[in-house]
């Protein structure tokens, strides 16, 4: 890893790609190696040129999202073949820098990154419940030559939390950008006495970035999110069922770009072990778009499966594709240039977390 400024520039080397298995999947971050004991929370994207952007954390302290926490990232000009040396987007010292969410801005071309920074020395429960001098803060940083550098990160959190939240998380996955322009991140916080109970909400810019505001928040329970805008305009969220909800996905959706939300529904068609999940969108020839989602199927966080719904989201039983079998985790979906999906995703394997990619053919989920 070659790094020039702790807070600034970074460098990334490209280098040829090996650690490929017999099954096509690459062990992208590999945990206790390129200075980090643990990598977990993936992000993919495919900037403005057709590269790739990887982002993860980087887990110093080899734990849980607690302690030392950086933000990396890896990029690849050849769909993934081959990626560059790991590279840091955000270093706060010693606190706590994740829950990132990743989007790019079509118009502007520029990457931007809205995560969490959180004091390295507490727990996410203490957090949670408000029992530390010091809170989750929200920040966002940018890139605007595709993650070969990025800025210092800013912090948004006066604009974008409410008083009385305690923890929050962004996606964690990617955002969006919504027809109108707006970029849109779906985020999650906790709230009441003693945090005991855990929101979806968005915060959006509608000029490219230079502020942010905070959007509605939705149903009790709502966890960790992802979200797509259906042809109406709608805006489809579909989040982590938290606390002793069901195992099965929590869903809402907003008619005015993320202001305010319906009632939660329970989608039972949806496992949820509890973990996150990812979506993306399609469109083909036809026009008719074709939404996907990843998910460990079960039982429990185990075989990490893409389902296909044909209706934008209200049902899936367009088909299925187990992606891989046994322990999977989070994951992160994108649309490559060569037409194919790549898929960032990360799973317990060789008695740590590792971040593995692969790619798939769209006509695979059937």
């Known amino acids: 890893m070659k790094t020039i400024a702790k807070w600034g520039v ?26 980090y004991p643990r990598y977990r929370i993936p992000s993919l994207v495919v900037m403005k040129s057709g590269a790739l952007l990887a982002v993860c954390e980087g887990r110093a302290d080899g734990g849980g999202l607690t302690g030392n926490v950086d933000l990396v990232c890896k990029r690849s000009t050849n769909n993934g073949r081959t990626w560059s040396a790991l590279a ?33 020395g507490e727990l996410e429960a ?14 966002v940083t940018h890139s605007r030559d595709e993650g070969k550098t990025w800025s210092l990160p800013r912090d948004i959190t006066a604009e974008v939390k409410r008083p009385g939240w305690t923890w929050y998380g ?82 809402v959706e907003s008619r005015d770009n993320g202001q305010t939300w319906t009632a ?3 989608d039972r068609a949806l496992y949820d072990p509890p973990c996150q999940a990812s979506l993306l969108k399609l469109t083909p020839a036809d026009g008719r778009p074709r939404w996907l989602f990843c998910h460990p199927a079960g039982p429990g966080r185990r075989n990490l499966t893409i389902r296909l719904s044909v209706d934008e989201g209200r049902t899936w039983t367009g088909g299925s594709l187990l992606l891989r079998k046994g322990d999977s985790q989070y994951s992160s979906m994108a649309l490559l240039s060569n037409g194919r999906m790549g898929v960032l995703y990360d799973c317990w394997e060789d008695n740590n977390y590792q971040i593995h990619f692969t790619t798939v053919a769209p006509r695979e989920v059937r």
Request: with cysteine.
């Open 10 to 35: 970074l460098t990334c080397l490209l280098f040829a790609g090996s650690g490929w298995t017999a099954e096509g999947h690459l062990r992208l971050f590999e945990s206790g190696k390129e200075g």
């Open 88 to 120: 840091r987007v955000a270093d706060l010292g010693k606190d706590t820098v994740g829950n990132q969410a990743v989007l790019v801005d079509a118009q502007t071309g520029v990457v931007w990154i809205a995560h969490t920074v959180s004091p390295g």
């Open 126 to 139: 203490a957090i949670t419940r408000g029992e530390t001098l010091r809170s989750t803060r929200v920040y």
């Open 170 to 251: 962004c996606g964690p996955g990617v955002g969006l950008q919504l027809k109108n322009g707006r970029l849109f991140f779906p985020c999650y916080h906790a709230e009441g006495k003693k945090g005991q109970t855990y929101r979806s909400h968005s915060i959006f810019s509608d000029d490219h970035g230079k502020t942010w505001q905070l959007g509605g928040s939705a149903g009790r329970l709502n966890g960790e999110s992802q979200a797509l805008q259906r042809r109406d305009g709608s805006i489809y969220l579909n989040a982590r069922t938290s606390g002793k909800g069901p195992l099965a996905k929590s869903i």
């Open 264 to 266: 939660k529904k329970i």
